[in-house]
């Protein structure tokens, strides 16, 4: 058997594996990385050269940038700014909504802007008294628009413009790929506006994802946080060092809640109070002044209440519920507001339901925690094993507009997108140096920013390449360009860039964008080169063939991000899909030859 054949036979394999969606993409790619290397098609150095390509080097980092942007309050401020000013009129709030979605994928990537503005839309969806399901797969199919605006908005952009420097030693600009994105986000929101209401269902959802706009508010509700507490520490000169805590005599509207030591313990009754220690205390400013003032004491913390809410969740700081799980450390121990540890405020505790109110709680199973303090603090609460998170800190934080680290954020954007436009670097540099100043900037975490990529599209990509090489080196590519050039004989070049956009999408529906360019690309490339066509616009169209995911869910992550929450059944995409397809069909065949002249 030929080579030719037999890289084609794998890449029937490599296709029917992803179709029937047993096996991760991951694993796929691996196996067919490895399968090439047993048929003798590459050998081991390539069989593995994917991984540490640039073209992988410069996805990878894309994702940290996208971290940086919603864990900084970059894209929930976005959100936020787009409900209070699209109103609630279907088609100027549809309108906004697909802008913003377009907007932000080019720049947090397709999946990333989905996923950020899903619970912002969901909660438009509902301040408008729409189902969701009339905005939510719009959303997608303007994040998969907005990919084609700039060359980092999607993977299949990188892949596209590295093969075309591999054969012209030129690149597709930064933004170029505006000249044919543009367009294709403006048809998308057309179609959209003008079909939606027809070709989408009416459905709610069984699930809504969790609406963390009015998190605080309800939990100020649940805790009644009215009059707060004082922690006030003992000077040396105080009169209360060696007293007892029994001793301390306040008025009658001030609570003395407890003592806490200088090493963090909590103080029995009868033990002697020292220097340094706080003495926490509740009750109207009024009547509390007098007593600092009596024993000689330095406030330290003010209470924490419903009318201070800015200082309870805010850039720096924020909220989140505990519960004490079975077998916690905790159980047994005296807690109560005021109290500190490991860097968090005891706010107020809860059992069965009810407020313990301004005493000591020996905690027990199921008691419920309201603790306060900086964000990394009560982030860690989750690595704990003596308490349950109630809701993803992470989750609740990323609610706020604007975090203290946004404009660092947008800075480290805005040098990247400068550095990737003028070419002085490759773009793989331009991403390492957006990433590592995400990290040094504190933006993100160096954990945070190896969870934020995304591995099994980086294994999909490593395992892909040398795949992609085979068929080019094999010469399947050549003979699958010769049957599409046989095909398309004594038309003109805008015939062949239909086929294209035919096999490209077909393969698209069922095999991951990423996946489908990276097959397609060496098949376009020899296309091109036997018929006589110029690359650039081939390729360009390879690009919108590959981001035009629309008839199944299955097609993009993008899709599947929206379908619970709007309630969409797998049979709902293909009527809005194929109309959207229809429209980016025509833009991209019509408009394509004439920015990238064919000939």
Known sequence: MSDAAMSLLVLVGVVGLFVWNRLSVGVVAILTALALWATGLVDATAAVSGFGDPVVVFIATLFVLSEGLESSGVTAWAGQLLVNRAGTRRGPLLVAVMLLSAL???????NGAAAALLPVVVLAARRSRQAPAQMLMPLAFAASAGALLVLSGSTV??????????????????????LVGAPLVAVTIAVAVALGPRLLPERQPDVVPADFSDHLGTLVEHYRLERGFFRARVRASSDLVGAA??????????????????????????????????????????????????????????????????????????????????????????????LRHADVTVLSVRRLGLPRGARTTELAEGDMLLVHGTWPAVEALSGSDDVLV??????????????????????????????????????????????????????????????????QTVVLVGGLIPLSTAISTSGAADLVAGYLVDLVAGGDARLLLAALFVLTLVLGQVVSNTATVLIVTPIAVAAAQESGVALAPVLMLVAVAGAASFLTPIATPANMIVMNPAGYRFGDYWKLGLATTAAWFVVAVGLIPLVWPTG
């Open 104 to 110: 932000m994928a080019a720049f947090v990537t397709p």
């Open 157 to 178: 952009n990188v892949i596209v413009s590295d093969a075309l420097a591999d054969v012209t030693g030129e690149r597709f600009g930064f933004f170029e790929f505006a």
């Open 390 to 455: 109630v809701d993803d800190p992470d989750l609740v934080r990323r609610s706020v507009p604007l975090g203290a680290t946004a404009w660092r954020a947008v800075a480290v954007l805005a040098v990247t997108v400068g550095l990737l436009a003028s070419g002085l670097v490759p773009p793989a540099i331009a991403g390492l140096v957006g990433a590592v100043g995400m990290v040094l900037l504190r933006v993100v975490r160096p954990a945070q920013a190896y969870r934020a990529v995304s591995w």
């Open 245 to 338: 805590l029994t001793d301390v005599r306040a008025p009658d509207d001030v609570v003395v809640l407890g003592v806490q030591h200088a090493d963090g313990r909590p103080g029995g009754v009868d033990e002697a109070i020292t220097a340094d220690d706080v003495l926490v205390v509740s009750g109207p400013s009024d009547a509390v002044a007098p007593l600092v003032a009596a024993h000689d004491l330095d406030v330290v913390a003010t209470p924490l209440t419903r009318h201070t809410r800015e200082a309870l969740l805010g850039r720096e700081v924020g909220v989140v519920e505990l519960v004490v799980p079975p077998r916690s450390a905790l159980v047994g121990r005296p807690v109560f507001p005021g």
